[in-house]
Nanobody, 118 residues
Framework: QVQLVESGGGLVQAGGSLRLSCAVSGSIFSTDAMGWYRQAPGKQRELVAQITSGGSTNYATAVKGRFTISRDNAKNTVYLQMNSLKPEDTAVYYC????????????WGQGTQVTVSS
């Protein structure tokens, strides 16, 4: 069974940093695109950053220059380094990955809370 396990969320003051990690576990062949989404209370889930298996990245305008997405293909793990955090970054952050296992499928993590205090 494929699972995405996230870690690294928490409470931080504005201007601080956090690093999120998401590891894909289970019997898989490889992962394709991986990314991070977030959902704030009362809002729709939105893309934060995405990275292809080749390392190409895409960021939401709101986080460009502050957040960095990276991945370790050998560990099937994706990271999100978040710097200069703002209160408006407060949300539940979800990991997403396209996984090649017995079937090709898109998986989500359980979500990790990030709270930025002013």
């Amino acid at each position: 069974q494929v699972q995405l396990v996230e870690s690294g969320g928490g409470l931080v003051q504005a201007g601080g940093s956090l690093r999120l990690s998401c590891a894909v576990s289970g019997s898989i062949f490889s992962t394709d695109a991986m990314g991070w989404y977030r959902q704030a209370p009362g809002k729709q889930r939105e893309l934060v950053a995405q990275i292809t298996s080749g390392g190409s990245t895409n960021y939401a305008t709101a986080v460009k220059g502050r957040f960095t997405i990276s991945r370790d293909n050998a560990k099937n793990t994706v990271y999100l380094q978040m710097n200069s955090l703002k209160p408006e970054d407060t949300a539940v952050y979800y990991c997403n990955a396209k996984v090649y296992a017995l079937y090709v499928n898109n998986y989500w993590g359980q979500g990790t809370q990030v709270t930025v205090s002013s």
